[in-house]
């Protein structure tokens, strides 16, 4: 028999012993905070955090204690202000520590994340690559996160049906560098959001659709969610590039195959509608640099014939004539756009006769 005990709605305050709902943040009658030991042990392991030099953690952990407190709060402005600063510091590079791929239990998924040349255009992208000094950091430092994420059940029991699944169609070989490619672009989202301190847990895929990553917190505003966005691309270009000069170390014609597909695949996400990556890049652009992009996508339409370019395009024009630009513009997403879009359409010229 199923317990009939009620559960209480409403509890008493420490301090006046008013009773309230237990979903008010502050007491109604003296405005004692509903959560003051819980928000003392964040603000504690930021501050510890932060003499540390560890500011992912620090970040992380004023982001739990916002939750906490009532947006109108004096306490609330002030920790908001401590997180733009901090989200900045870590955006110029300093104190970035991305931390474990994990979702803590009971974590709700109230978002998600669904994911989506010849021998002298390898120069041509390598010194485009060169200009994300972070590519060539992950390149040398977050082969830990990537193989974290392999750790999860969840994510590695739907790669693995995912993996059955295109391998009916497409052989086994071409299906795991097409899983890998989608992991690889995934974990790039999961370590930009461990980087600005938001809680999320490793891909979750769908065969046929891709994959997607669940994250606890909302992104704090356009220019972190330009930066989130765009992540998974620039690993997935990393991916494409490694996979490429593989193709051109062995001649493998199913390794230069899978780098175009991965290209496709990346420059896909590179839409500006919707959720899809692209999309993400544009709302922290200018209007003037929204248009920059779409004269990038157009150069590049014309250079390379590619007809997925011709989406894009579509999707750049749209969102310029309907979306409203960024109150406060971000020309590094904007640079990171365009570089993305100029080295995944020439990644598309590959030929396949290596």
Request: some cysteine.
């Amino acid at each position: 028999m199923p317990d009939a005990t009620p559960v209480s709605s409403s509890t008493w305050c420490d301090s006046c012993g008013t009773e309230y709902a237990t979903k008010l943040l502050a007491c109604p009658q003296c405005h004692r905070l509903a959560h003051a030991d819980a928000l003392k042990q964040c603000a504690d392991v930021a501050e510890a955090a932060s003499r540390s030099g560890d500011l992912t953690t620090a970040l992380a952990a004023w982001r739990d204690a916002l939750v906490l407190l009532p947006p109108a709060s004096r306490q609330y402005a002030a920790i908001s202000a401590r997180l733009e600063t901090l989200s900045r510091q870590i955006d110029e590079g300093q104190g970035v520590n991305p931390g474990p791929v994990s979702s803590q239990p009971g974590e709700p998924d109230s978002a998600a994340w669904t994911g989506k040349a010849g021998v002298a255009g390898l120069g041509t992208l390598a010194l485009l690559a060169l200009k994300f000094k972070f590519v060539l950091i992950m390149a040398l430092t977050k082969g830990k996160l990537l193989l974290l994420g392999l750790t999860k059940a969840s994510t590695l029991f739907s790669m693995l049906l995912s993996l059955g699944v295109y391998w009916t169609a497409f052989g086994w070989k071409f299906a795991l560098g097409l899983v890998l490619s989608i992991y690889v672009h995934e974990m790039g989202h999961v370590a930009a959001l461990r980087r600005f301190g938001i809680r999320a847990g490793a891909p979750m895929f769908i065969p046929g659709l891709g994959a997607y990553v669940r994250l606890q917190q909302s992104l704090p505003d356009a220019r972190a969610d330009a930066r989130v966005g765009l992540a998974g691309p620039i690993w997935g270009l990393f991916g494409a590039l490694a996979t490429f000069a593989a193709a051109l170390a062995t001649g493998s014609l199913m390794l230069a195959a899978i780098a175009k597909l991965a290209a496709w695949i990346n420059l896909f996400n590179l839409i500006p509608i919707w959720q899809l990556d692209g999309g993400r890049g544009f709302r922290s652009m200018s209007r003037s640099e929204r248009w920059f992009s779409a004269l990038a996508i157009a150069v590049m339409w014309s250079v390379t014939q590619e007809s997925l370019l011709f989406l894009l395009l579509i999707g750049a024009t749209f969102n310029v004539l309907t979306h409203p630009p960024a109150k406060m513009p971000d020309r590094r997403a904007t640079l990171e756009y365009v570089v993305l879009v100029v080295a995944f359409s020439l990644l598309t010229m590959i030929p396949v006769n290596i």
